[in-house]
Every structure is written in C-alpha cells, then in structure tokens.
C-alpha cells in the first residue's frame, strides 16, 4: 500500500516519493518550512523532523539527521537524480540565450528613441557640412553623410538586458556542487536566468563565477 506524504497528506507513489526524515513526501512537497524553497537530498538540513534550507535552519549545533547506511544510500540516490534534473533543465535554459527579451515594450521604446536622436545628430552634422560651402556626399564625392551612431543604440539594449537581469544576494550560500556557484550577502548576481522552481543560473559579479544558485536567496533589483 502506497504511503502518505507528510506535507499534504495524498497518497504518494513510488515515481514521485522522497524517503527522509522518517516520512514520505512528494517531491514538491519536501521543501523548506520557512521560504518553501524546494529542497532534495543535498541541500536539506533536519529540525524536529522537518526539512528547512541552510538559510532557515535553526540555529543549533547539531542535526537530527543521522549518517546512518539508510540515509546515505537515499541521498547518493537522490543526488543523482536531481543531477539529471538540474543537467537537463540548465541545457534547456542556456538554449534559449537572451532572445525571450530582444521585442519587449521597454527595449522598443528605447531603440525608437535612440534613432530619432541619431537622426537629429545626422541632421545637424549635415547642415553644419554644408554651412562650411560643400554638401557632403554630393559637391565632395570623397565624404559621406556621417552614419547614425548604431553603437549607442546597442549600449542601450544590453544595458536592458543587463539590467533584468540582475539580483542582489540575501544571505551567505556556500556551492554543494560542481555547478554551483557560492556567494556572499549583498553580492550582485547578473545575467540571471530561472531554471525551475527554486533555482535560477546566474553569475556572480564579485568573482565573474556562474552556475546555479537557489532562487530563494537573492532579490531582484529592477
């Protein structure tokens, strides 16, 4: 007879079910007490038989959790299928690159406005061109109309895109894996990108480092 889970109380299956604290959940509902961050077998910690993240976990010296032959085996079983998540979902991410933002409203506004600056800069190099007694392009075949000043157009889209993109870190987070990224409170977090629910990949400003870092953690700064 399948289980219970002990969050939500539905029956839980044996495709869905994570074995800790001596219960059974559901993989959404092993998450933590406090932000309700969605936890696995790597990043838990133990209190009074709930789970809570290494942000929100009581303060003692100590854990409830033992090493005992039982658990170790469900969290290196664990570990390796949230490893195939997080692989899979992070490939899937990197894939998308910048694009779900290039025709926003905000980054529309901001190229309409910088071409009607570069055109009224265009107008008066020309007309102070041709207040010197030649008209560029036409009386000199050697000179060109001067050329809208593109770049600037650029600077202003990837400050867009730099800016939705950047978070401010809430707490301490020290990396439990390879591809992870480590961070300290009040660390700029760019070219963030949410993974699924609980993680996002970004990198770190500091350091120039990038991997994976819990959603949970840090604070939007738009």
Avoid at 65 to 94: G, W
Avoid at 171 to 196: C, K, L, M
Wanted: net charge neutral; with cysteine.
């Amino acid at each position: 007879m399948n289980p219970q889970c002990a969050r939500c109380g539905k029956i839980v299956y044996p495709t869905e079910k994570v074995s800790c604290l001596d219960k059974n959940w559901h993989k959404g509902c092993f998450h933590c007490e406090v932000c309700k961050m969605t936890l696995n077998m790597k990043n838990y910690k133990g209190y009074d038989k709930k789970p809570y993240c290494n942000a929100h976990y009581p303060k003692t010296s100590f854990t409830i959790v033992a090493d005992t032959p039982e658990n170790l085996r469900l969290r290196q079983q664990s570990e390796l299928q949230s490893q195939v998540k997080y692989k899979k979902d992070f490939e899937e991410s990197k894939g998308r690159g910048f694009s779900i933002v290039s025709d926003t409203p905000e980054m529309q506004r901001l190229r309409k406005t910088q071409e009607q600056i570069s055109n009224a800069k265009y107008h008066e190099d020309f007309e102070r061109a041709r207040g010197r007694g030649y008209t560029p392009g036409l009386d000199d075949p050697s000179m060109e109309p001067p050329l809208p000043c593109l770049c600037v157009v650029w600077n202003c889209l990837f400050m867009v895109l730099f800016l939705q993109r950047v978070y401010r870190a809430l707490y301490d987070y020290t990396a439990q894996d390879h591809d992870e990224v480590s961070f300290r409170d009040g660390d700029v977090i760019i070219n963030a990108q949410p993974i699924d629910e609980g993680w996002m990949y970004g990198t770190v400003q500091r350091t120039g480092k990038s991997g994976m870092l819990p959603a949970n953690y840090v604070e939007s700064c738009n």
